[in-house]
């Protein structure tokens, strides 16, 4: 069992007894903005709808886990974190793949700013590290800064963002796992990432420069280009400034990407990601840049 003394808390694995404070913790992690004109509504009926039940429902089967957090003094329930694996035909808010599981988590309020989350999502990220998960994945509101902030902090990394929530995935590599340590450029361009409507045409804007990316998925194009290239009316995010990893790596490389990100994300910095055959290139902020390479640097990369 895991003591933290400063705060006076434990926590444990989850037991079945544990299963109706579960479904608590869950109403308690359904995010309801304090602004919103109405009422958080009743647990009964939030933990009803079939989006939210399915969380726990049937708790017990493969894949699933939970860790809960005890006051150090009275042994009191503060808290809980759990994971679950969704299929493909009924994911969550936060699905990734058939093989990621979801993570959610909740503290009582009156145990909130203590630490507490921070301990149930490192402990829960051990159980699922050695039950020999490679990541987790979770959904949270863009109006849930608090949480935002933690689970970056703890290097979730953004992957997209749906209805107002963002979806984050936590890589989990082994314990020996290769620390890499690299050698990156920053580059001179200054990127923007645009967004077109899936059937639009590849316009040739995009594709005027040495360095540019275009996705194209059912949903959007998405395209990678200098700023300056970026015609009015276009949607996009600009100032972005490129970290270039200087490859080649061989694709039986492991963990390549995720050693520049976890100090990244541990760092507060937000990515976005651009692999190639040879190498990977990382996008932040410009405003971020002087941040992100000292982080970089105090891991043990080389950054020119």
Same mark, same amino acid.
Not at 62 to 75: C, K, N, Q, Y
Not at 249 to 265: D, I, Q, R
């Given at each position: 069992?895991?003591?933290?003394?400063?705060?006076?808390?434990?926590?444990?694995?989850?037991?079945?007894? =544990?299963?109706?404070?579960?479904?608590?913790? %869950?109403?308690?992690?359904?995010?309801?903005?304090? @602004?919103?004109? @109405?009422?958080?509504?009743?647990?009964?009926?939030v933990?009803?709808?079939?989006?939210?039940?399915?969380?726990?429902?049937?708790?017990?089967?493969?894949? &699933?886990?939970?860790?809960?957090?005890?006051?150090? @003094?009275?042994? &009191?329930?503060?808290?809980? $974190?759990?994971?679950?694996?969704?299929?493909?035909?009924?994911?969550?808010y936060?699905?990734?793949?058939?093989?990621?599981?979801?993570?959610g988590?909740?503290? #009582?309020?009156?145990?909130?700013?203590?630490?507490?989350?921070?301990?149930?999502? =490192?402990?829960?990220?051990?159980?699922?590290r050695?039950?020999?998960?490679?990541?987790?994945?979770?959904?949270?509101?863009?109006?849930?800064?608090?949480?935002?902030?933690?689970? +970056?902090r /703890?290097?979730?990394?953004?992957?997209?963002?749906?209805?107002?929530?963002?979806?984050?995935?936590? @890589?989990?590599?082994? /314990?020996?796992?290769?620390?890499?340590?690299?050698? %990156?450029?920053?580059?001179?361009? #200054?990127?923007?990432?645009?967004?077109?409507a899936? &059937?639009?045409?590849?316009?040739?804007? $995009?594709?005027?420069?040495?360095?540019?990316? !275009?996705?194209?998925?059912? +949903?959007?194009?998405?395209?990678v280009?200098?700023? $300056?290239?970026?015609?009015?009316?276009?949607?996009?995010?600009?100032?972005?400034?490129?970290?270039?990893?200087?490859?080649?790596?061989?694709?039986?490389?492991?963990?390549?990407?995720?050693?520049?990100?976890?100090?990244?994300?541990? $760092?507060?910095?937000?990515?976005?990601a651009?692999?190639?055959?040879?190498? &990977?290139? !990382?996008?932040? /902020?410009?405003?971020?840049?002087?941040?992100?390479?000292?982080?970089?640097?105090? #891991?043990?990369?080389?950054? /020119?």
């Open positions: 069992m895991k003591t933290t003394k400063a705060t006076s808390r434990r926590t444990r694995p989850g037991a079945p007894e =544990d299963l109706e404070f579960l479904w608590d913790m %869950l109403y308690e992690a359904i995010h309801w903005p304090p @602004e919103n004109s @109405e009422p958080k509504p009743p647990r009964e009926v933990l009803s709808e079939p989006s939210i039940a399915h969380y726990l429902e049937g708790w017990g089967r493969p894949g &699933d886990a939970a860790v809960i957090a005890l006051d150090g @003094e009275t042994g &009191d329930r503060i808290g809980a $974190a759990w994971y679950r694996l969704m299929p493909l035909e009924d994911p969550g936060g699905f990734v793949d058939a093989e990621t599981p979801e993570f988590m909740a503290v #009582r309020s009156e145990h909130r700013g203590q630490g507490v989350g921070g301990s149930l999502l =490192d402990a829960l990220a051990e159980t699922a050695s039950q020999g998960f490679q990541a987790l994945s979770l959904s949270v509101q863009n109006g849930n800064p608090t949480a935002m902030k933690l689970y +970056e /703890k290097g979730f990394v953004k992957l997209f963002e749906d209805g107002g929530a963002w979806t984050m995935k936590l @890589e989990l590599p082994s /314990k020996d796992a290769p620390d890499h340590r690299l050698t %990156l450029t920053t580059l001179d361009e #200054r990127l923007a990432v645009c967004r077109l899936p &059937d639009s045409e590849l316009p040739a804007w $995009a594709t005027m420069a040495t360095l540019f990316s !275009v996705t194209r998925t059912a +949903e959007e194009l998405s395209v280009c200098p700023e $300056a290239a970026v015609p009015e009316g276009v949607e996009c995010e600009k100032g972005w400034r490129v970290l270039k990893l200087a490859g080649p790596f061989e694709f039986s490389m492991v963990g390549v990407l995720v050693s520049v990100a976890a100090p990244l994300a541990e $760092a507060g910095i937000g990515i976005f651009v692999s190639t055959f040879d190498t &990977d290139y !990382v996008l932040v /902020k410009n405003a971020q840049l002087d941040r992100a390479i000292t982080a970089l640097r105090e #891991r043990g990369h080389e950054v /020119k």
